[in-house]
Structures are given as C-alpha cells and as structure tokens.
Nanobody, 121 residues
Framework: VQLQASGGGLVQAGGSLRLSCAAS????????WGWFRQAPRKEREFVAA????????NYADSVKGRFTISRDVAKATIYLQMNSLKPEDTAVYYC???????????????WGQGTLVTVSS
C-alpha cells in the first residue's frame, strides 16, 4: 500500500484543518487505517484509527471530541478533520495502514510521508 498525506499548514489556535491521505495498491486488504503524529523532540504517537469497513473508530484521549477520522472508499482516501486546534497539536502528521486491528505503531507497515501542522497561539 502506498500512502500520500496532505492538508497540513499553519492555523491559529481554535481553528480547523482537514488532512487527507490518498491510498493506492492493495487497499482492500487493509484492516486498519491510522493517523499518527510526531512533535519536535517527542516520540511518534497514535492519534486516530478507522477500520477498513469504516465501522469502528478509535481516538487518543487528547483528541477525542475534537478530531474525526473518516474514509471515502470510492476515492481511496482517509481524512482527519481537526477542530478546536491547540498549540500542543503542532506536529508532523502521518497516515498509515495495517493488516491487523491495532493501534500499535509497530503493526503499521505502510506510511505516508507526513504533513506538518503548526498551531499558533
């Protein structure tokens, strides 16, 4: 599976952004699509995940109620709608895919190149 993330940028605190992740290849075999982020001098962390069927979603506690993950099967694209952004959301955001039901970074075998989100205070 090949992934390409886009949609990052600079936004003020309280604002919104929508990230997109275009997928190609063996997408029908993917069990879980995920978004992760890595802030400067911090480890990469889980943000959100959605099952291949779209029926199950999971979120990190830090983004619950503010971020929404979704997918468009026809466009083979996964989205991350981010509302009420905070400066601590500043990070490079990565989309990824896994053949398992998981949130573990090590279980995601395909990764996009990352897109930078900067939230100013």
């Amino acid at each position: 599976v090949q992934l390409q993330a886009s949609g990052g940028g600079l936004v003020q605190a309280g604002g919104s952004l929508r990230l997109s992740c275009a997928a190609s290849g063996r997408t029908s075999s993917v069990y879980t699509w995920g978004w992760f982020r890595q802030a400067p001098r911090k480890e990469r962390e889980f943000v959100a995940a959605i099952s291949g069927s779209g029926g199950t979603t999971n979120y990190a506690d830090s983004v619950k109620g503010r971020f929404t993950i979704s997918r468009d099967v026809a466009k083979a694209t996964i989205y991350l709608q981010m509302n009420s952004l905070k400066p601590e959301d500043t990070a490079v955001y990565y989309c990824a895919s896994s053949y398992w039901a998981t949130q573990m970074i090590a279980d995601f075998g395909s990764w996009g190149q990352g897109t930078l989100v900067t939230v100013s205070s």
